[in-house]
């Protein structure tokens, strides 16, 4: 029996408050789990992307972790990335501003497949038949033109028209390794063949192309003066329409092969660490959504499903060129290959 007052006794009194002590040191942390999170390699400009995730964010309580790219190498700075990575990954949802390097990360074995339920409506050559990457809200390769440089009666149709002979010299184009005009090269490749592809980029190289930094460099050139057209895309012409620049919009070969439409596409990664989140934010991107807030949004985007609202200067009947994205994919290394010995090399 343990006398009251002895040094037993006291220590018997004090041992609650010792174990209370030990589980606040070492037990289960007072905050609950750990807090939820997905990492995201991003291509699209990050002035269109961000309010996308953001809102994801609040709705799902999840936190997205962002990594983006330069203009300059926009999309091939983070494949070469998630190919170094590829043993042990960082990255969950790779949401690419196009196609052909997402399908390089299929054939490279770095994506898993994921059938998203949101995906519904989203057209049969939009999606990876395996279900590794979904293409989502697209962008148009489109001509930019100053209509001060250009005479109505002169203005380009057909991106054939960049290699007239009357333009020498005064149109431009974004640098061909990287982002939409390296895709768009590709398309080219795959739907024409490497003679006759090789021999349109001749056709422009004779014709002193202007080679820009970027589509938004081709952009700002043209409204500039300093071009009087140039090849960019929908978002970034969209810029210089709201900002009440003096230029005309052409949506190339409407009455030829169709004007090249390039989506947006996102892919789960293999071995992502945070799947189920990255389903989580995939089902989110693919939503219809996400289509008219890009839409709507300064980037212009045009929505693939039928039905959705695009931008009232975006034609609602808009003839696009077919495409097999696995093709252009297959093509796009071999058409890097050879635009960069033919306009870069030396400089």
Not at 325 to 336: D, H, K, N, V
């Given at each position: 029996m343990i006398k009251r007052g002895s040094p037993a006794w006291v220590a018997l009194l004090a041992l609650p408050w010792v174990l209370g002590g030990l589980y606040l040191a070492f037990g289960p942390s007072p905050q609950g789990p750990p807090e939820r999170e997905v990492v995201v390699y991003c291509a699209l400009d990050r002035l269109?992307?961000?309010?996308?995730?953001?809102r994801f964010s609040q709705r799902t309580g999840i936190k997205v972790r962002a990594k983006w790219d330069t203009e300059a190498s926009k999309t091939t700075g983070l494949v070469k990335a998630l190919l170094a990575e590829q043993d042990r990954p960082r990255c969950d949802v790779f949401w690419n501003n196009e196609v052909s390097q997402t399908v390089r990360l299929g054939r490279e074995g770095a994506l898993e497949a994921y059938m998203s339920p949101a995906a519904a409506g989203i057209p049969a050559w939009a999606r990876d038949s395996k279900g590794l990457w979904t293409g989502f809200a697209a962008r148009a390769r489109v001509l930019i033109v100053n209509e001060a440089r250009v005479p109505a009666d002169a203005i380009p149709t057909s991106v054939e028209d960049l290699c007239d002979p009357r333009w020498k010299g005064q149109v431009g184009m974004a640098k061909p390794l990287f982002g939409t005009t390296a895709t768009h090269a590709a398309a080219l490749f795959s739907l024409q063949g490497p003679e006759a592809a090789q021999a349109f980029f001749k056709r422009l190289r004779d014709n002193e192309v202007v080679i820009c930094a970027g589509n938004a460099d081709v952009k700002d050139r043209v409204v500039a003066g300093e071009l009087a057209f140039g090849w960019t895309d929908t978002d970034d012409a969209h810029l210089a329409l709201l900002a009440g620049e003096k230029v005309k919009v052409v949506f190339p070969d409407q009455e030829g092969q169709g004007t090249l439409l390039i989506p947006n596409s996102v892919a789960l990664i293999k071995g992502a660490p945070h799947a189920d989140?990255?389903?989580?934010?995939?089902?989110?991107?693919?939503?219809?959504?996400?289509?008219?807030?890009?839409?709507?949004?300064r980037s212009a985007q045009i929505p693939l499903r039928e039905g959705l609202e695009r931008p009232a200067w975006i034609p609602q009947s808009l003839k696009a060129l077919a495409v097999d994205?696995?093709?252009?994919?297959?093509?796009?290394?071999?058409?890097?290959t050879y635009l960069e010995a033919e306009f870069l090399q030396g400089k």
């Open positions: 269109y992307a961000q309010p996308i995730l953001d989140e990255a389903k989580a934010l995939i089902d989110a991107l693919l939503s219809k959504d996400t289509e008219e807030a890009l839409a709507v949004a994205w696995e093709a252009a994919g297959t093509a796009f290394a071999a058409a890097r």
